[in-house]
């Protein structure tokens, strides 16, 4: 699996620090289990973490919110030497069936061939995906290969992970492990790639902003 776009330092560094909700916690965690990469960049931050900690004085208030910063932990761990290395699995992960890790596999109930999806229209499908966060919205979708999802911005932020075939959009070709963050500034037309239908993991905390004045009017009905 060639994972070329990961999880940004910032969303990282809270997802160490355990101050993400549950549904941005999914996506996190999940891109975690398929990317060794990442999960040596967290190992570092827990790292930087603890050596922040036993360089605190006796007296918190004199500690900054500087020496808190990512930046902050990552020149105390250089100046630490390496960190400990996270174990990588043996086995490496099928970008086919059996390709969904926990903790997504027990939220959907096992692989993506078990999915009961829900059709959204022109040959998309989705199935919604509960957690204890109300304001969060966090589901599976499935784009047909070659088509688009219509264009649209965000109204918050929009967490992406792909879990099979792939897609692309302003922002480069995505496929099985690869992570996208997105936000208001983002205006983009994912379109899945020829072959095989594109299968993501995507969170977002607010409606998308659609472009097409037919795709607003039923947003309502599905949901997205």
């Not at 922040?52 to 990552?74: C, G, K, N, Q, Y």
């Not at 926990?102 to 989705?126: C, F, M, Q, T």
Request: aromatic share 6%; hydrophobic share 40%.
């Amino acid at each position: 699996m060639n994972i070329r776009h990961h999880i940004s330092d910032e969303l990282l560094f809270d997802y160490a620090n355990g101050v993400l909700e549950e549904g941005w916690s999914i996506a996190v965690a999940t891109h975690l289990a398929m990317c060794p990469a990442c999960r040596k960049r967290l190992a570092m931050m827990e790292a930087a973490g603890g050596l922040a900690l036993e360089a605190i004085e006796v007296e918190p208030d004199a500690a900054t919110a500087a020496d808190f910063s990512w930046e902050a932990m990552r020149t105390r761990l250089g100046n630490a030497g390496p960190a400990a290395e996270v174990p990588v699995p043996k086995k490496k992960m099928s970008a086919g069936a059996g390709s969904v890790p926990e903790p997504l596999r027990s939220y959907i109930g096992g692989d993506v061939n078990a999915v009961k999806w829900k059709p959204l229209g022109l040959g998309a499908y989705h199935f919604p995906i509960k957690t204890s966060n109300q304001d969060i919205s966090v589901r599976l979708l499935r784009i047909p290969a070659g088509k688009p999802v219509p264009e649209h911005t965000h109204g918050g932020r929009e967490l992406t992970l792909v879990l099979k075939g792939s897609f692309s959009d302003i922002s480069g070709r995505f496929g099985p492990g690869d992570f996208e963050e997105t936000d208001e500034t983002v205006d983009h037309q994912p379109i899945a790639d020829p072959g095989e239908d594109c299968i993501c993991l995507a969170v977002t905390d607010a409606p998308l902003r659609f472009k097409s004045r037919i795709v607003r009017m039923i947003q309502p009905l599905i949901g997205i």
